[in-house]
């Protein structure tokens, strides 16, 4: 036949040279649609021979050969030859593939590896067998039962691009020996051993296979007589060189002729091994040896004595790495398939023909699981495992990796990391060589964290590197140098209980999936649009089913139309179903969902996936695939089980039965999803083509059908604003008119690391804690003069240094087309025509030309906007935040094209182009801003704030009173603002100027001093800095303190102000709980102070370095009043310690929006009930750990209360959120053991990830008593705040991602909880019983607002119950013997103010009362117990507006104290004084309008005085209250105790006066010494509230 191709052939194609030359076009942006045919059917032992032309580096993959009894004339030729169906016989790297599926996983030479000049053919013979000719030697039978009519197929795929034909006739002379040889079934002797004598020969051997190692040049053949010498010539003339293939079959060949004088058989050599050859391996002889010898079966099969067959092997080419050298020095390459050793580690047990290798006793032991495969791995060679089951039990899990001992001889170790010699081992995320580690972070899969079903694998390249396989991807180089023999490992350590070893690594498929990830699409220019292709339009015979491999739990019915999980209320996963061939372009899947249960969370999920259905090992669930796969889920989008897109179109979750979806891809790469018919848009680009449609029939969706009879669809949009713009590579770009300004995407070329999502909007860079750079990535047409290119950051991590770099084409321009581009590592790498902005620097062509440009890109956070726009002038500016930054550079070439760029590099993750791209203003200023800038965001629309007249005497005000300079000097530098600040209204300024010759930073904080009561200017006597201001009570932050009137409140806030520089930005604002929050460049630092007054003005002091500010920030609207929440009932309490109604009764600002219930995946001793709301733990300790199965809102309060504590375990809950989907979460027994996206809190430390970051924050969660209300909320800020029954505890951690779910672990004595809603009631909440006066008091107003409000235990719940201090007080109180009839009989009112009991009912440590309102301190660590009061104080009015303070006294006192009901004289208590003598109106302490109003016989009484505290700090002290030992009886350990009263006091009954003690230091920071005492003046005055103990 004539040795010509067919005319008609694949799409890229051009045929030349008489139709005997096939050029794939366009070979470095496609890689497949290469496929040629011969013109004729071949006849028997013809050998259709071509040569390779030429390749490529791009791709991976390379020429396919074999043949197909489809005639080419009326072809449908599909984009590569393993999509051949209808009897096609396709030959694939070193695999062979029948109708696409494989039949043979190691055949022959690996066509991968062949070069440019090698020729291979194919040919059946007269057997009807398929043969692969590689440079004219025989690689054996690949197939037999072939038709007699078939044509060749070759098929210019990947690397590959030229071959021309260079024959089509029988094998030359020499090659009909051989194939005669392999007709007639001659054996060849299999070498067992060496003998005496013969070393010398070998010798030579070796010593030629070292002498031409790595000759490479093509020579012509060897004469016949050199196919299987009798002997080993004795040398080769030096111009006749052999390639390595060549050496490497005489090398073997020499040996079998050392022994072809010995008898048949061959076994029992100590070395045992050699190379056996069957029918179909000819004059072949590379491929492995046996280690157990015998003879070699002529069919191709593997004797049962273990001898390995020419149809199997190894891909290592390497002449000093075969069989035979092996033979030689004794290390074993055999062709054995690769299993598990016999010899392992102790607990292992062994299965499945020593596939599967199992640890015994997983729950008592976890090492002792140590396994090797039975030989050496060849180069090139997957060693990959499946995870079979997995324990909870230990921490750690599998190990894998390679190891020079040979299992024979090793003394096998607990764990293989224990091992100090020649093994390499994969842990963790991590390497660890000998033992040691040697690279902390390998990868971004932690082996810890794979689940059941998910592989491992590793590969010895021929190069010497190790690369590891999670899931199919390549984690990259783990070691670059290894051992030329290792042997695989594997450790089955912790949690890992059960592995597998996977033979099927489908080579075809792997290939098509890798060539997707590198593909870089060229515009169709001139293609018609096609149609979207319904299934009803297809033949019957090529209908889309559903195959017949599907999930464990999931059926397919209906002769394959149907999918159904039979068991849907037993099981809610396990249901994947794939269509049972690939989707063709534009070719729509749908299908109706049929039938739903109502009993799990989730819902149908459909997409697509480049795993062949009829290979691939199901997940559980197809989101948990981490490769070639594409899917949606909700109304988000994942690949390869990492979310793309969050908010993409409808959500799935809330179909019914009888809708609809549907998944296509279109013909340009783009995946769409369709819901009820509607198309969602596209939700992914660069989708490779030959992808089969995925169900998930997950939760909720029990069975779904595929519609084949639909209605029709409606056409998909025009992607003109959602895809890349098509345009010829060589037009120029439209300067006016054209394309409209939203057609700017990222270009589908890109760096290594980059991934386009989102319609090419969105650019991000993967394995982002691994690499941080080559993730370049560049517009899809150049920009116009004018046109703003802007990005928003929208991912960052805190791995690196340095962040993301923009420039000309960095986040700038070049005049470097992206076609033309060469992606470096880094965009500065690049050294013409470019302009970039790294940092602060402006780089041309790689060398920076200006330092210090008015923005610095390393200072950016997540949500900053960076643009970039080339003026009609060729100036280049640069945006930030929508704010021109000015000229960074000047003189770029007009008539050049700019396009612009964007370097993912460091700590800058995923960026997205936002919709004010496009063109701006032409007359755009030039002026040069050499500052930072930044947007001003006004909370409420309104009129700019403006700072008061009256300020130090070093300032001077500007702009109407917008800024503010300090003119001299460091100090007196204070300003106002102008008016009060209204509740939550934000006063903000941004720094101007700084003096670095100053130390010391800016000061801001809040102040009841009113400016317009100061006098007038100049200032002279305004305290020179703020931390002096004491005029009236002034909160402030310096630095990172917070201080009250100069004293130290709290230390390490926040950021520190002394860090501050030009452009940032500082404010302050009064929140409706009275607390005071400083916000950094817009970011709330959380709560700085509490109790602060109502009336405050903001006060800043231009201090130190910082010399200017100016307002950024806007007054509140008068109409915004109407939108403020309403105040709190007058009828709530402000003492903080009587009966209140918490903040969450209130129903302020947090009032939940989304109904929230736990999900149904939880621990396994949980028990969900309540429709899902109520949560118990059933048994032991641990495993009870809850999720939600909705995400929590921004802004939205979660709230639950502990029902049930069981006091027989120690500790209790913890809680906090995980921020990713639990749907598919394998729970740990307890939440300290998550360590992906997880922030918990526990007792009153933060986690994050299992690491500690936070201590002393909140109430101790192990002591809080049933019916506490705990809450978690994410703010706007994504800070992560608790709350206590309805106290905001502050800002627990930042950084909370989108979305996260609450995550609640029943630990320890928590045992139930239950999630509160409207209809649930909150702790403390009003029970809507009206109670007498004579059980609560009325809360103190002042000016008509409530001062503040706090939460006290209802009356059901008994603090003594899980409070040990106040039951250790409480038994002092027993042995003082005291007549119960002094204490109220109601427990309620006792009260213990340990650390742990404030903090749980958000106690505020200062309150107001009585009228006028005066401050006092609640009695921190003190336990008090409410007395009895007489019932005419219970109802007199005056007695509510009493004020509230302390009296220490000795136990001594205590029972006339109570006996008399008051505070008297002449008592033990060294705080009493000696009555002394009423005077006139010039007499102690008495005001002249009291002495007049008195009686004449009364001024002469005697009227004891007492002296009082507003704080326990100064009466707890021991020579007010002694302290007495004690023994605890329960305990019998001794403790020291003191005791005191807390009393009301009638006001104007005493006098304010200092302290009598000499103290220099305040005594209490809300007191001065000056007024910490109070003398009463008359007697009735006070009146005995409580009695007070401390214990220590």
């Given at each position: 036949m004539a040795a010509e191709l067919h005319p008609r052939s694949g799409k890229l194609i051009g045929l030349s040279n008489s139709n005997r030359t096939a050029q794939r076009n366009q070979p470095v942006q496609e890689f497949n649609h290469g496929l040629v045919l011969s013109r004729e059917p071949l006849r028997d032992r013809d050998v259709f021979t071509v040569r390779i032309d030429k390749k490529v580096n791009s791709w991976s993959g390379s020429v396919e050969i074999g043949v197909t009894a489809l005639d080419p004339a009326c072809l449908d030729f599909p984009s590569s030859a393993t999509g051949l169906k209808g009897g096609s016989w396709i030959v694939s790297g070193c695999s062979v593939l029948r109708d696409g599926r494989s039949v043979l996983e190691e055949y022959g030479r690996d066509l991968d590896q062949l070069a440019e000049g090698d020729r291979v053919g194919i040919q059946r013979s007269a057997r009807g067998e398929l043969h692969l000719w590689v440079n004219g030697h025989d690689c054996g039978a690949a197939a037999s039962g072939l038709p007699t009519r078939l044509w060749a197929v070759v098929d210019l795929y990947g690397k590959c691009t030229q071959v021309t034909v260079l024959s089509c006739e029988p094998p030359s002379s020499m090659e009909r020996d051989t194939e005669r040889e392999a007709v007639e079934g001659h054996e060849e002797v299999v070498v067992c051993g060496v003998r005496e004598g013969d070393t010398e020969d070998l010798t030579s051997v070796v010593n030629l296979a070292a002498a031409t190692n790595g000759t490479t040049e093509e020579v012509p053949e060897l004469p016949p007589i050199h196919n299987r010498p009798d002997k080993f010539p004795n040398n080769i003339e030096p111009e006749t060189a052999l390639t390595e293939h060549q050496l490497f079959d005489v090398f073997n060949n020499a040996i079998v002729s050392l022994y072809r004088s010995e008898d048949e058989g061959g076994?029992?050599?100590?070395?045992?091994?050699?190379?056996?050859?069957?029918?179909?391996?000819?004059?072949?002889?590379?491929?492995?040896?046996?280690?157990?010898?015998?003879?070699?079966?002529?069919?191709?099969?593997?004797?049962?004595?273990?001898?390995?067959?020419?149809?199997?092997?190894?891909?290592?080419?390497?002449?000093?790495?075969?069989?035979?050298?092996?033979?030689?020095?004794?290390?074993?390459?055999?062709?054995?398939?690769?299993?598990?050793?016999?010899?392992?580690?102790?607990?292992?047990?062994?299965?499945?023909?020593?596939?599967?290798?199992?640890?015994?006793?997983?729950?008592?032991?976890?090492?002792?699981?140590?396994?090797?495969?039975?030989?050496?791995?060849?180069?090139?060679?997957?060693?990959?495992?499946?995870?079979?089951?997995?324990?909870?039990?230990?921490?750690?899990?599998?190990?894998?990796?390679?190891?020079?001992?040979?299992?024979?001889?090793?003394?096998?170790?607990?764990?293989?990391?224990?091992?100090?010699?020649?093994?390499?081992?994969?842990?963790?995320?991590?390497?660890?060589?000998?033992?040691?580690?040697?690279?902390?972070?390998y990868c971004e899969f932690s082996l810890d964290e794979l689940q059941e079903g998910d592989h491992i694998g590793l590969m010895h390249k021929a190069s010497g590197a190790l690369h590891f396989y999670i899931n199919g991807i390549d984690q990259g180089v783990a070691a670059a140098q290894t051992p030329p023999m290792v042997y695989g490992v594997v450790d089955l350590y912790g949690m890992a209980v059960k592995v597998t070893i996977v033979h099927n690594h489908n080579h075809s498929d792997r290939l098509r999936r890798n060539n997707a990830i590198m593909r870089a699409l060229s515009p169709d220019v001139g293609r018609p649009r096609p149609t979207l292709s319904l299934t009803s339009d297809l033949d019957a015979t090529d209908r889309l089913l559903f195959h017949t491999n599907c999930g464990q739990k999931a059926a397919i019915i209906s002769e394959g139309r149907t999918a159904l999980r039979p068991h849907a209320t037993d099981d809610f996963n396990h249901g994947v179903v794939l269509s049972g061939r690939p989707l063709r372009s534009n070719e729509v899947f749908q299908v109706r969902i049929d039938k739903m249960v109502d009993k799990w969370a989730g819902s149908i999920e459909i997409g697509v996936t480049t795993h062949n259905p009829a290979y691939l090992q199901l997940p559980s669930t197809m989101t948990n695939l981490r490769s070639g796969t594409w899917m949606m889920t909700g109304n988000g989008v994942m690949h390869n089980g990492t979310t793309i897109l969050d908010e993409y179109g409808h959500n799935l979750d809330r179909l019914k039965a009888g809708d609809t979806v549907g998944v296509v891809r279109k013909e340009d790469g783009s995946l769409h999803f369709f819901v009820n018919g509607v198309a969602q848009g596209p939700a992914a680009w660069n989708v490779p083509?030959?992808?089969?449609?995925?169900?998930?029939?997950?939760?909720?969706?029990?069975?779904?059908?595929?519609?084949?009879?639909?209605?029709?669809?409606?056409?998909?949009?025009?992607?003109?604003?959602?895809?890349?713009?098509?345009?010829?590579?060589?037009?120029?770009?439209?300067?006016?008119?054209?394309?409209?300004?939203?057609?700017?995407?990222?270009?589908?070329?890109?760096?290594?690391?980059?991934?386009?999502?989102?319609?090419?909007?969105?650019?991000?860079?993967?394995?982002?804690?691994?690499?941080?750079?080559?993730?370049?990535?560049?517009?899809?047409?150049?920009?116009?003069?004018?046109?703003?290119?802007?990005?928003?950051?929208?991912?960052?991590?805190?791995?690196?240094?340095?962040?993301?770099?923009?420039?000309?084409?960095?986040?700038?321009?070049?005049?470097?087309?992206?076609?033309?581009?060469?992606?470096?590592?880094?965009?500065?790498?690049?050294?013409?025509?470019?302009?970039?902005?790294?940092?602060?620097?402006?780089?041309?062509?790689?060398?920076?030309?200006?330092?210090?440009?008015?923005?610095?890109?390393?200072?950016?956070?997540?949500?900053?906007?960076?643009?970039?726009?080339?003026?009609?002038?060729?100036?280049?500016?640069?945006?930030?935040?929508?704010?021109?930054?000015?000229?960074?550079?000047?003189?770029?070439?007009?008539?050049?094209?700019?396009?612009?760029?964007?370097?993912?590099?460091?700590?800058?993750?995923?960026?997205?182009?936002?919709?004010?791209?496009?063109?701006?203003?032409?007359?755009?200023?030039?002026?040069?801003?050499?500052?930072?800038?930044?947007?001003?965001?006004?909370?409420?629309?309104?009129?700019?704030?403006?700072?008061?007249?009256?300020?130090?005497?070093?300032?001077?005000?500007?702009?109407?009173?917008?800024?503010?300079?300090?003119?001299?000097?460091?100090?007196?530098?204070?300003?106002f603002s102008a008016k009060e600040l209204k509740t939550d209204e934000l006063f903000e300024v941004?720094?101007?100027?700084?003096?670095?010759?100053?130390?010391?930073?800016?000061?801001?904080?809040?102040?009841?001093?009113?400016?317009?009561?100061?006098?007038?200017?100049?200032?002279?006597?305004?305290?020179?800095?703020?931390?002096?201001?004491?005029?009236?009570?002034?909160?402030?932050?310096?630095?990172?303190?917070?201080?009250?009137?100069?004293?130290?409140?709290?230390?390490?806030?926040?950021?520190?102000?002394?860090?501050?520089?030009?452009?940032?930005?500082?404010?302050?604002?009064?929140?409706?709980?009275?607390?005071?929050?400083?916000?950094?460049?817009?970011?709330?630092?959380?709560?700085?102070?509490?109790?602060?007054?109502?009336?405050?003005?903001?006060?800043?002091?231009?201090?130190?370095?910082?010399?200017?500010?100016?307002?950024?920030?806007s007054s509140v609207l008068e109409d915004a009043e109407s939108i403020k929440a309403p105040s709190l009932s007058s009828d709530s309490c402000s003492d903080g310690e009587e009966d209140s109604t918490p903040v969450g009764s209130s129903k302020l600002a947090l009032v939940p929006n989304t109904i929230m219930a736990f999900l149904e995946n939880h621990g396994k001793n949980i028990q969900l009930s309540n429709q899902n709301l109520t949560a118990a733990r059933v048994s032991s300790y641990n495993q009870g750990l809850l999720v939600t199965a909705q995400p929590l809102p921004r802004q939205q309060l979660f709230q639950f209360q502990i029902d049930r504590l069981n006091p027989s375990w120690t500790s209790s809950l913890s809680l906090g959120v995980i921020g990713h989907s639990p749907d598919r979460l394998n729970f740990p027994s307890t939440a300290c053991c998550l360590k992906r996206s997880a922030w918990l809190l526990q007792r009153d430390s933060v986690f994050h990830n299992s690491l500690k970051i936070c201590e002393n924050y909140g109430p101790n969660l192990d002591t809080c008593p049933e019916g506490t209300v705990l809450g978690l909320l994410v703010d706007g800020n994504s800070c992560l705040h608790l709350h206590v029954n309805g106290m905001d505890q502050g800002v627990a951690a930042q950084d909370i991602p989108t979305p996260c779910y609450p995550l609640i672990d029943l630990y320890g004595q928590c045992e139930q909880i239950t999630i509160v809603t409207d209809n649930v009631p909150?702790?403390?909440?009003?029970?809507?019983?009206?109670?007498?006066?004579?059980?609560?008091?009325?809360?103190?107003?002042?000016?008509?607002?409530?001062?503040?409000?706090?939460?006290?235990?209802?009356?059901?719940?008994?603090?003594?119950?899980?409070?040990?201090?106040?039951?250790?007080?409480?038994?002092?109180?027993?042995?003082?013997?005291?007549?119960?009839?002094?204490?109220?009989?109601?427990?309620?009112?006792?009260?213990?103010?340990?650390?742990?009991?404030?903090?749980?009912?958000?106690?505020?440590?200062?309150?107001?009362?009585?009228?006028?309102?005066?401050?006092?301190?609640?009695?921190?660590?003190?336990?008090?117990?409410?007395?009895?009061?007489?019932?005419?104080?219970?109802?007199?009015?005056?007695?509510?507006?009493?004020?509230?303070?302390?009296?220490?006294?000795?136990?001594?006192?205590?029972?006339?104290?109570?006996?008399?009901?008051?505070?008297?004289?002449?008592?033990?208590?060294?705080?009493?004084?000696?009555?002394?003598?009423?005077?006139?109106?010039?007499?102690?302490?008495?005001?002249?309008?009291?002495?007049?109003?008195?009686?004449?016989?009364?001024?002469?009484?005697?009227?004891?005085?007492?002296?009082?505290?507003?704080?326990?700090?100064?009466?707890?002290?021991?020579?007010?209250?002694?302290?007495?030992?004690?023994?605890?009886p329960r305990s019998h350990c001794c403790h020291q105790a003191q005791v005191g009263f807390q009393v009301c006091v009638r006001p104007g009954s005493y006098k304010v006066g200092p302290q009598n003690l000499g103290a220099s230091e305040p005594l209490d920071p809300r007191f001065s010494n000056t007024e910490i005492e109070w003398i009463t003046k008359e007697q009735g005055g006070t009146l005995l509230y409580g009695l007070l103990i401390r214990v220590e």
């Amino acid at each position: 036949m004539a040795a010509e191709l067919h005319p008609r052939s694949g799409k890229l194609i051009g045929l030349s040279n008489s139709n005997r030359t096939a050029q794939r076009n366009q070979p470095v942006q496609e890689f497949n649609h290469g496929l040629v045919l011969s013109r004729e059917p071949l006849r028997d032992r013809d050998v259709f021979t071509v040569r390779i032309d030429k390749k490529v580096n791009s791709w991976s993959g390379s020429v396919e050969i074999g043949v197909t009894a489809l005639d080419p004339a009326c072809l449908d030729f599909p984009s590569s030859a393993t999509g051949l169906k209808g009897g096609s016989w396709i030959v694939s790297g070193c695999s062979v593939l029948r109708d696409g599926r494989s039949v043979l996983e190691e055949y022959g030479r690996d066509l991968d590896q062949l070069a440019e000049g090698d020729r291979v053919g194919i040919q059946r013979s007269a057997r009807g067998e398929l043969h692969l000719w590689v440079n004219g030697h025989d690689c054996g039978a690949a197939a037999s039962g072939l038709p007699t009519r078939l044509w060749a197929v070759v098929d210019l795929y990947g690397k590959c691009t030229q071959v021309t034909v260079l024959s089509c006739e029988p094998p030359s002379s020499m090659e009909r020996d051989t194939e005669r040889e392999a007709v007639e079934g001659h054996e060849e002797v299999v070498v067992c051993g060496v003998r005496e004598g013969d070393t010398e020969d070998l010798t030579s051997v070796v010593n030629l296979a070292a002498a031409t190692n790595g000759t490479t040049e093509e020579v012509p053949e060897l004469p016949p007589i050199h196919n299987r010498p009798d002997k080993f010539p004795n040398n080769i003339e030096p111009e006749t060189a052999l390639t390595e293939h060549q050496l490497f079959d005489v090398f073997n060949n020499a040996i079998v002729s050392l022994y072809r004088s010995e008898d048949e058989g061959g076994g029992g050599r100590d070395l045992g091994g050699g190379t056996g050859t069957d029918s179909g391996t000819g004059g072949r002889g590379d491929r492995g040896s046996s280690s157990g010898g015998g003879a070699v079966n002529s069919n191709g099969s593997n004797s049962d004595s273990g001898a390995g067959t020419g149809n199997t092997g190894s891909t290592n080419n390497s002449p000093a790495g075969g069989a035979g050298l092996g033979a030689v020095t004794g290390g074993m390459m055999t062709n054995d398939a690769l299993l598990f050793h016999e010899k392992c580690g102790t607990l292992i047990k062994l299965s499945n023909n020593n596939k599967t290798a199992e640890r015994r006793r997983p729950l008592d032991e976890f090492n002792n699981g140590v396994v090797m495969t039975n030989r050496p791995l060849r180069h090139n060679e997957m060693f990959e495992i499946r995870i079979d089951k997995l324990v909870d039990k230990w921490s750690g899990s599998i190990e894998i990796g390679v190891t020079t001992h040979n299992p024979n001889n090793l003394d096998y170790p607990a764990t293989m990391t224990n091992l100090r010699s020649g093994t390499i081992m994969m842990s963790g995320c991590g390497i660890l060589t000998n033992g040691k580690g040697t690279r902390r972070e390998y990868c971004e899969f932690s082996l810890d964290e794979l689940q059941e079903g998910d592989h491992i694998g590793l590969m010895h390249k021929a190069s010497g590197a190790l690369h590891f396989y999670i899931n199919g991807i390549d984690q990259g180089v783990a070691a670059a140098q290894t051992p030329p023999m290792v042997y695989g490992v594997v450790d089955l350590y912790g949690m890992a209980v059960k592995v597998t070893i996977v033979h099927n690594h489908n080579h075809s498929d792997r290939l098509r999936r890798n060539n997707a990830i590198m593909r870089a699409l060229s515009p169709d220019v001139g293609r018609p649009r096609p149609t979207l292709s319904l299934t009803s339009d297809l033949d019957a015979t090529d209908r889309l089913l559903f195959h017949t491999n599907c999930g464990q739990k999931a059926a397919i019915i209906s002769e394959g139309r149907t999918a159904l999980r039979p068991h849907a209320t037993d099981d809610f996963n396990h249901g994947v179903v794939l269509s049972g061939r690939p989707l063709r372009s534009n070719e729509v899947f749908q299908v109706r969902i049929d039938k739903m249960v109502d009993k799990w969370a989730g819902s149908i999920e459909i997409g697509v996936t480049t795993h062949n259905p009829a290979y691939l090992q199901l997940p559980s669930t197809m989101t948990n695939l981490r490769s070639g796969t594409w899917m949606m889920t909700g109304n988000g989008v994942m690949h390869n089980g990492t979310t793309i897109l969050d908010e993409y179109g409808h959500n799935l979750d809330r179909l019914k039965a009888g809708d609809t979806v549907g998944v296509v891809r279109k013909e340009d790469g783009s995946l769409h999803f369709f819901v009820n018919g509607v198309a969602q848009g596209p939700a992914a680009w660069n989708v490779p083509p030959s992808v089969y449609a995925v169900v998930d029939l997950y939760g909720q969706a029990a069975q779904a059908t595929i519609m084949d009879d639909m209605a029709d669809l409606p056409p998909l949009p025009e992607d003109s604003s959602e895809g890349p713009t098509v345009m010829s590579p060589g037009s120029p770009c439209s300067v006016a008119g054209g394309n409209s300004a939203n057609d700017l995407r990222f270009h589908q070329l890109h760096g290594t690391n980059a991934v386009i999502t989102n319609g090419g909007r969105t650019a991000l860079r993967q394995n982002c804690r691994s690499e941080f750079n080559d993730a370049i990535v560049i517009s899809n047409r150049c920009l116009r003069d004018g046109e703003l290119f802007e990005i928003v950051i929208q991912k960052m991590v805190d791995r690196w240094s340095g962040s993301i770099e923009a420039g000309k084409i960095m986040a700038g321009v070049t005049s470097i087309r992206p076609e033309e581009l060469e992606f470096p590592n880094t965009m500065t790498d690049i050294d013409y025509d470019t302009w970039m902005l790294s940092g602060t620097a402006i780089m041309q062509d790689g060398n920076t030309m200006r330092n210090n440009y008015g923005c610095d890109l390393d200072s950016l956070t997540t949500g900053s906007r960076i643009g970039m726009m080339r003026s009609a002038t060729g100036d280049l500016h640069y945006y930030i935040n929508g704010v021109d930054q000015g000229v960074a550079c000047t003189g770029l070439p007009p008539e050049k094209e700019v396009y612009a760029v964007i370097d993912l590099y460091g700590q800058c993750v995923q960026v997205s182009i936002t919709s004010s791209s496009g063109p701006l203003d032409n007359s755009l200023c030039t002026s040069n801003i050499t500052e930072k800038s930044f947007p001003i965001h006004s909370p409420v629309a309104g009129v700019a704030h403006r700072l008061h007249s009256k300020h130090g005497k070093n300032v001077v005000l500007l702009g109407e009173g917008c800024q503010a300079v300090r003119v001299g000097g460091y100090a007196h530098g204070i300003v106002f603002s102008a008016k009060e600040l209204k509740t939550d209204e934000l006063f903000e300024v941004k720094i101007d100027e700084v003096d670095n010759q100053w130390s010391g930073s800016l000061h801001m904080g809040l102040t009841s001093l009113a400016p317009p009561e100061l006098p007038s200017c100049p200032m002279s006597g305004l305290s020179p800095s703020l931390t002096q201001l004491r005029a009236k009570v002034t909160w402030l932050l310096a630095g990172s303190e917070v201080r009250r009137n100069g004293v130290l409140q709290r230390q390490n806030y926040g950021a520190s102000l002394d860090r501050l520089t030009v452009g940032n930005r500082v404010g302050v604002k009064r929140c409706s709980d009275d607390t005071m929050h400083v916000l950094i460049d817009g970011e709330d630092m959380g709560t700085a102070a509490t109790a602060v007054a109502k009336n405050v003005y903001a006060v800043l002091d231009l201090y130190g370095r910082v010399t200017a500010v100016s307002i950024v920030s806007s007054s509140v609207l008068e109409d915004a009043e109407s939108i403020k929440a309403p105040s709190l009932s007058s009828d709530s309490c402000s003492d903080g310690e009587e009966d209140s109604t918490p903040v969450g009764s209130s129903k302020l600002a947090l009032v939940p929006n989304t109904i929230m219930a736990f999900l149904e995946n939880h621990g396994k001793n949980i028990q969900l009930s309540n429709q899902n709301l109520t949560a118990a733990r059933v048994s032991s300790y641990n495993q009870g750990l809850l999720v939600t199965a909705q995400p929590l809102p921004r802004q939205q309060l979660f709230q639950f209360q502990i029902d049930r504590l069981n006091p027989s375990w120690t500790s209790s809950l913890s809680l906090g959120v995980i921020g990713h989907s639990p749907d598919r979460l394998n729970f740990p027994s307890t939440a300290c053991c998550l360590k992906r996206s997880a922030w918990l809190l526990q007792r009153d430390s933060v986690f994050h990830n299992s690491l500690k970051i936070c201590e002393n924050y909140g109430p101790n969660l192990d002591t809080c008593p049933e019916g506490t209300v705990l809450g978690l909320l994410v703010d706007g800020n994504s800070c992560l705040h608790l709350h206590v029954n309805g106290m905001d505890q502050g800002v627990a951690a930042q950084d909370i991602p989108t979305p996260c779910y609450p995550l609640i672990d029943l630990y320890g004595q928590c045992e139930q909880i239950t999630i509160v809603t409207d209809n649930v009631p909150t702790v403390g909440a009003e029970s809507g019983e009206a109670r007498c006066q004579g059980d609560m008091e009325k809360a103190d107003m002042v000016d008509g607002i409530k001062e503040s409000v706090c939460w006290t235990p209802p009356p059901e719940v008994n603090p003594n119950k899980t409070c040990e201090y106040q039951a250790l007080c409480s038994r002092f109180k027993d042995l003082l013997t005291l007549p119960d009839g002094y204490f109220n009989e109601d427990a309620k009112y006792n009260l213990c103010y340990c650390e742990s009991c404030h903090k749980l009912r958000g106690d505020e440590s200062y309150y107001k009362r009585g009228e006028p309102p005066r401050d006092y301190a609640l009695p921190f660590g003190w336990c008090r117990f409410a007395l009895r009061i007489k019932a005419h104080c219970e109802v007199s009015s005056a007695f509510k507006k009493w004020h509230i303070a302390y009296h220490g006294t000795s136990v001594g006192a205590l029972r006339r104290t109570l006996d008399h009901a008051q505070l008297l004289s002449g008592t033990s208590s060294i705080f009493s004084v000696s009555p002394a003598k009423m005077e006139g109106p010039n007499g102690y302490s008495e005001p002249e309008e009291n002495s007049n109003s008195l009686p004449d016989r009364e001024r002469d009484k005697e009227v004891p005085r007492v002296q009082l505290s507003p704080t326990m700090r100064y009466s707890g002290l021991e020579m007010f209250a002694p302290k007495v030992q004690f023994r605890d009886p329960r305990s019998h350990c001794c403790h020291q105790a003191q005791v005191g009263f807390q009393v009301c006091v009638r006001p104007g009954s005493y006098k304010v006066g200092p302290q009598n003690l000499g103290a220099s230091e305040p005594l209490d920071p809300r007191f001065s010494n000056t007024e910490i005492e109070w003398i009463t003046k008359e007697q009735g005055g006070t009146l005995l509230y409580g009695l007070l103990i401390r214990v220590e």
